[in-house]
């Protein structure tokens, strides 16, 4: 597989990404099975085998479960650590947290939280650092010089070689930028084909009635910056994987699904793979996130490493999913 670098990192990392969030099986307490053990190992082997080296995680996921299936499979497997990158993030508390005493959910950015959450991350994962660490969701009681912190005292412990964000805009970075030491190397956004804001907010954003008032510029930002785009959701929750097969069935992105398939069916490939050709076509270099359970999917998901979308094929496909002309 092809790879990218990440600016202000001696990172090599694949053009795909897996993402770990559903591999811990179900959102409770419970302790996970043998049977999601032995899937989360197979689909894991299936990233490995098609040249994925990237594995995002975050400390909520499946209620850490996420985390800890995979430090089992980092356990079992001598020598996988050195041969792969490992993200994490933080910032998301549930109400069911141990330590919170019946207080509701919430973001939480204080050094103590960011702290404490990055070593129950490396205790699960069963690792001694972590490449990357990314804060979760914006806090808006956030205190730039606490995150500056946690990240110091990360760092310097040799707990994490670098970090980022995600789902944050141009502003909140600047924010986080004047307190801290270490540059963000990443920013994780929501981006599909099926959610185009990151490309469609440019083009839109003189468009009377079109809510250009919304625009916040983050790709291009993070272009302008050298922040790695990494995209989340990059296949759209599957709504574009197929079209409608009846008059009855409701599917607002029926045209984009159909003229995925078919442009799957000419380049003899998957619709994953058109899907996330879309996105890697973007000149920023973005990562999609790929976060299936199943291998066959995995393997469908990477031949979009192979596909090269022409200009007039991208633009088709924007014009398709959002039901309009591109202006």
């Keep these: 597989m092809k790879t990218y670098r990440i600016p202000h990192t001696d990172l090599t990392v694949s053009r795909l990404a897996y993402g770990c969030m559903k591999i811990g099986g179900s959102w409770n307490h419970s302790t996970a099975t043998a049977d999601t053990q032995s899937r989360a190992q197979a689909v894991v082997e299936a990233a490995l085998e098609s040249g994925i080296n990237f594995f995002d995680h975050a400390d909520i996921y499946t209620c850490g479960k996420s985390e800890t299936v995979f430090g089992h499979i980092l356990k079992a497997t001598p020598g996988l650590r050195d041969r792969i990158v490992l993200q ?3 910032g998301i508390r549930f109400a069911s947290d141990a330590y919170l005493s019946g207080e509701p959910s919430r973001y939480d ?6 702290i404490r959450s990055t070593e129950a991350i490396l205790r699960r994962l069963q690792t001694s650092h972590l490449d990357l660490l990314l804060l979760h969701r914006p806090d808006p009681l956030v205190e ?3 995150v500056a ?3 110091d005292e990360l760092q310097s412990s040799g707990k994490v070689r670098h970090f980022g964000v995600s789902n944050h805009t141009p502003a909140q970075i600047e924010l986080l930028r004047q307190h801290l030491r270490q540059p963000i190397v990443i920013n994780q956004l929501e981006f599909s084909l099926a959610q185009p804001a990151l490309v469609s907010e440019g083009i839109h954003a003189n468009q009377t009635g079109a809510g250009n008032a919304l625009a916040t510029g983050i790709l291009d930002y993070c272009r302008l910056n050298k922040i790695f ?6 296949i759209g929750g599957g709504k574009l994987l197929r079209p409608a097969t009846d008059a009855t069935e409701t599917n607002p992105l029926h045209p984009a699904a159909a003229l995925v398939a078919s442009l799957a069916a ?3 490939t998957t619709p994953e793979a058109i899907l996330l050709a879309w996105i890697l076509r973007h000149p920023a270099g973005i990562q999609p996130i790929i976060g299936t359970t199943q291998a066959d999917r995995v393997r469908a998901s990477v031949q979009a490493d192979d596909v090269t979308l ?6 088709a496909l ?3 999913a959002s039901g309009k002309k591109v202006p």
């Design 149 to 151: 912190q946690a990240f």
């Design 109 to 114: 950015f204080s050094a103590a939280h960011i």
């Design 266 to 268: 000419a380049k003899n």
């Design 310 to 315: 022409t200009r007039e094929e991208w633009y």
């Design 318 to 320: 924007l014009a398709a």
């Design 229 to 234: 785009v990494q995209a989340w959701s990059p």
């Design 144 to 146: 730039p010089a606490e």
């Design 88 to 90: 994490s993030k933080v």
